[in-house]
C-alpha cells in the first residue's frame, strides 16, 4: 500500500468488457461466470468456497449518483470434489453473482470492474458502454482498451499514472471510495490563520495561492490553476478532518441526553453538500485571479435574461447589455467541477451569446456528449493535462484554459474603445 496512490483503496482489480453471453448470464438465474481463470491472479486458488462481501455499483450518463446494492459474490472452483474424489486433476473456478437491480442493469460492451479492497471486500463497478462513466473508470484504473477476451488484473497500482489528484479523487468519491489526502504537517499553520473554523472560500483559495510565490499564470494558467486547485483541496481536507474528527469525540446528543441519529445525519450532510459547494466555489476563485492577472475584463455572475447569472461574462455585463455592441465579441464561460448532465445549464445563461463556453475539471467525457455539446453550440474548455484522458478526435475540437484566455483578449483588444470603457 502507498498513501496517495490507488493501492491504499484496491489491492488490485479486475476488468473487462461483458461479452452478450456473460451479459445474459448476469440477467438471467444462472448468475455464473465461468472461464474466468484471469481472476484466479487476483482472488487466488482457494480449497473451498470464499464468500466475499461486495457493494456493487451501475454506473451510467445522466445518473447523479450510481445505483448501488450490497451482496455476496462466491468464487470456488467447480472441479474440486471431482478432483478429491476420482483424481480428476482440472480446476475450473466460477464466480457467482447474487441477483441485483446490478445485474439486471448489465449488457454486451458493458465494463466490468471487480476491485478487491484491503479488508477484503469487493466492489463491483458496471458501467454501460460508451458513456462517460466508463471513459472515467477506464482511465482511472489505467485499463487502456480492455476487451472481451479475459480479465485484464491489475495488482500493482503503484505507479506514477496511480498516483490519486483532484480529478481522480472526484472519479473516486463518486464510487463511494472516501479519499483522506491531509496534510497534516500544515495544520498548525492552517489554525494559526483560521482557528478551528471553516473560513470563507475567498479567503482560503487566497491561502492556497499564498504556498506557490511566483506561479507562471500568464504563460500557463493550466498548470497553474490545476496546482492551486490541487493546493486548496489538500490544505482543505486537511482542516475537515480536524473539525470532523473534533464533532465525532463530541457526539451526537439530543436535549435529553440520548444519541441524536438526525443530529450525526444532519452533520454528515452538511460535510457532503459544504464539500461540493466548496470544490466549485474554489474554481471560480482561482480562474477569477488568472484572469484578472492576464488582463481580462468581465464580471462574474453577472445577471443577463430571465435573471440567469452566468459565472463569467466578458466583457462585462455593461458590454453585455448594450444593443451597440458586437454579440460576436462578447464572450461567456460557464464553470463546473464536474459537468454531467449539468452542461445544459449553460446554454440558457446568456442568449446574446450563440456561442456558449463551459469549462471543467471532468475527463473522459462520451463522444457521445462532446457530440452534442458541438450541436448544441457549446465549446468545452478542459485543462490541458487532461486532454489525455479523451479520445484522439475529441482532442481537435478541445480546447484548453490558455486557448481560451488568448481568445478573450483578441476579442478584448478588437472591442470598440467606447464600449470597452463600459466594461471597466
Same mark, same amino acid.
Given at each position: ?185 500544515? =495544520?498548525?499553520? !492552517?489554525?494559526? +490563520?483560521? $482557528?478551528? @473554523? %471553516?473560513?470563507? /472560500? ?5 491561502? *492556497? &495561492? ?76 482561482? =480562474?477569477?485571479? !488568472?484572469?484578472? +492577472?492576464? $488582463?481580462? @475584463? %468581465?464580471?462574474? /455572475? ?5 435573471? *440567469? &447569472? ?115
Amino acid at each position: 500500500m502507498k498513501k496517495g496512490h490507488l493501492s491504499q483503496y484496491f489491492s488490485g482489480i479486475a476488468a473487462k468488457r461483458l461479452s452478450s453471453v456473460e451479459a445474459n448470464v448476469l440477467v438471467s438465474n444462472q448468475h455464473e461466470f465461468n472461464g474466468v481463470e484471469g481472476l484466479r491472479d487476483l482472488l487466488g486458488e482457494p480449497a473451498g468456497k470464499v464468500v466475499y462481501e461486495a457493494t456493487l455499483l451501475y454506473l451510467a450518463d445522466g445518473m447523479d449518483i450510481p445505483v448501488s446494492e450490497e451482496g455476496r459474490l462466491t468464487w470456488y472452483d467447480a472441479r474440486q470434489k471431482a478432483r478429491l474424489e476420482r483424481g480428476v486433476q482440472r480446476w475450473e473456478y466460477r464466480l457467482y453473482f447474487p441477483s441485483t437491480r446490478i445485474s439486471g442493469l448489465a449488457r454486451e460492451g458493458d465494463l466490468l470492474v471487480i476491485g478487491l479492497q484491503p479488508d477484503g471486500r469487493l466492489l463491483v463497478i458496471v458501467a454501460a458502454d460508451d458513456s462517460s462513466a466508463a471513459r472515467q473508470i477506464s482511465w482511472l484504473f489505467g485499463l487502456g482498451n480492455a476487451g472481451q477476451r479475459g480479465f485484464i488484473i491489475r495488482e500493482d497500482l503503484n505507479g506514477e499514472q496511480d498516483r490519486i489528484a483532484l480529478t481522480s479523487r472526484l472519479i473516486l468519491e463518486n464510487i463511494g471510495i472516501a479519499v483522506e489526502a491531509p496534510a497534516l504537517d500544515y =495544520l498548525a499553520l !492552517i489554525q494559526e +490563520r483560521f $482557528g478551528t @473554523r %471553516f473560513p470563507p /472560500t475567498r479567503e482560503f483559495s487566497a491561502f *492556497a &495561492r499564498s504556498f506557490h510565490s511566483d506561479p507562471d499564470v500568464t504563460g500557463d494558467p493550466d498548470g497553474t490553476l490545476t496546482t492551486w486547485m490541487e493546493t486548496e483541496e489538500l490544505l482543505f481536507r486537511t482542516l475537515e478532518r480536524y473539525i470532523i474528527g473534533e464533532q465525532l469525540v463530541k457526539g451526537f446528543q439530543a436535549s435529553d441526553g440520548t444519541v441524536s441519529v438526525d443530529g450525526f445525519l444532519q452533520f454528515s450532510l452538511s460535510v457532503q453538500n459544504r464539500r461540493k459547494s466548496r470544490v466549485g466555489l474554489a474554481f471560480e476563485n482561482h =480562474l477569477e485571479v !488568472i484572469f484578472q +492577472r492576464c $488582463g481580462l @475584463r %468581465f464580471d462574474r /455572475t453577472a445577471v443577463t435574461e430571465n435573471r *440567469a &447569472r452566468p459565472d463569467f461574462l466578458f466583457p462585462g455585463s455593461a458590454a453585455y447589455h448594450d444593443p451597440a455592441s458586437d454579440a460576436g465579441q462578447l464572450t461567456v464561460l460557464g464553470v463546473k467541477s464536474t459537468c454531467k448532465d449539468r452542461w445544459r445549464q449553460v446554454l440558457a445563461e446568456a442568449d446574446r451569446v450563440p456561442r456558449k463556453h463551459l469549462l471543467t475539471l471532468e475527463t473522459a467525457i462520451s463522444r457521445q456528449q462532446t457530440t452534442e455539446m458541438q450541436e448544441k453550440g457549446l465549446q468545452l474548455v478542459v485543462p490541458r493535462a487532461l486532454h489525455e484522458t479523451y479520445y484522439p478526435d475529441q482532442r481537435g475540437w478541445l480546447m484548453d484554459l490558455k486557448q481560451f484566455v488568448v481568445l478573450v483578449q483578441e476579442r478584448e483588444r478588437t472591442f470598440p474603445a467606447h464600449q470597452a470603457a463600459l466594461a471597466l
